[in-house]
């Protein structure tokens, strides 16, 4: 009797598993946060209800990627909101502070620009554009992209000595905080050999390779003409010859010259590369902004 309803209860819990599992992965695909968190959470529940799946679930690459994901966007959240920073700078609406020592050491950045979110999204988004606005970047090359909103790409830098000669493997994934009218794009550096089914490869050439430990670009909507960015960043830039307090200190001062630069860019938005991206894709702009503002909406109402 017992082996009996032991299978009864597998092959009847079995189908709605794998129809879930199916369903978790579609939405993966198609950047849908939503049904990404309801699929989620049913998937534990089975799991719950049936250890045996969890193995199966273990082994789904788009499971594994968007559990790690959300992680991830758990700590940026967590910094981005967080008080217990160390203000650096504060000059011309760009704020940058500090937090930590050593390997843990983190800076942030928070900078208000007089343009609306749809036309910040692009010079986010457009990752292999971002040696316009970062100098020390001299070439991106993308792998990988699942799905519209992650990506895996090489950045290649032209730090001088010591610095020189690095470069850094970076996941990227974006995500709405509808409570916050606004985008979050998570960026670390993998723990593993692969991103997803991509085989990473060693570092180029004459490279060494710095690392991203967390890090994020954050969008928010303050009005219709006005959206704040913060930048926050942990990195490893992989080097002895120089104490990290030394590194650690040039970083935070760095900080405001990228944001500005940023903002200059922004602020010629019109006639750019910027807005050349943004028309080309429009679907994916309009899609961007539209989570944020059709749920910003029906809270509202």
């Known amino acids: 009797m017992g082996y009996q309803f032991i299978t009864r209860h597998l092959f009847a819990s079995m189908p709605k598993f794998e129809k879930t599992l199916l369903n978790f992965k579609e ?14 959470s049913k998937l534990e529940k089975c799991c719950s209800e049936d250890p045996s799946f969890r193995e ?21 959240i ?5 008080d217990d920073w160390k203000q650096v700078t504060n000059k011309r609406n760009i704020k940058t502070e500090s937090k930590g020592s050593g390997n843990d050491f983190l800076t942030r950045c928070t900078l208000l620009v007089d343009a609306p979110l749809i036309q910040v999204l692009p010079f986010l988004s457009e990752i292999e554009l971002v040696p316009t606005w ?5 070439q991106v090359t993308v792998f990988e992209s699942p799905s519209r909103t992650r990506k895996f790409a090489r950045y290649n830098f032209w730090f001088p000595w010591p610095l020189s000669d690095r470069e850094c493997m970076l996941e990227f994934a974006a995500f709405p905080i509808v409570s916050e ?3 979050c794009i998570v960026m670390r550096s993998p723990k593993s050999d692969n991103y997803m089914n991509f085989d990473i490869p060693p570092p180029a ?26 930048f926050i960043a942990q990195a490893n830039a992989n080097i002895f010859l120089l104490p990290r307090w030394l590194i650690n200190f040039g970083t935070k001062h760095i900080m405001y010259y990228l944001m500005d630069t940023l903002r200059n860019k922004i602020l010629n938005f ?4 910027y807005e050349e991206k943004m028309n080309e ?16 909406d029906a809270r509202d109402d």
């Not at 199966?56 to 940026?76: Q, R, V």
């Not at 050439?205 to 913060?230: D, H, W």
């Not at 019109?270 to 590369?273: E, K, N, P, T």
Request: a positive charge.
């Open 27 to 40: 939405a993966f695909y198609q950047d849908n946060v939503e049904s990404l968190l309801k699929y989620h």
């Open 56 to 76: 199966p679930l273990s082994k789904c690459m788009e499971f594994t990627k968007f559990t790690e994901d959300m992680g991830a966007l758990e700590m940026c």
């Open 78 to 82: 967590s910094d981005i909101r967080g």
């Open 134 to 138: 970062v100098d020390v970047l001299k």
């Open 181 to 183: 009218k606004a985008i």
């Open 205 to 230: 050439e004459g490279k060494k390779r710095m690392f991203m430990n967390i890090g994020c670009l954050y969008a928010q909507v303050i009005s219709p003409t006005q959206t704040k960015i913060i």
């Open 270 to 273: 019109q006639g750019s590369i």
């Open 281 to 296: 894709k429009r679907d994916f702009y309009e899609f961007m902004h539209r989570i944020v503002e059709q749920k910003i």
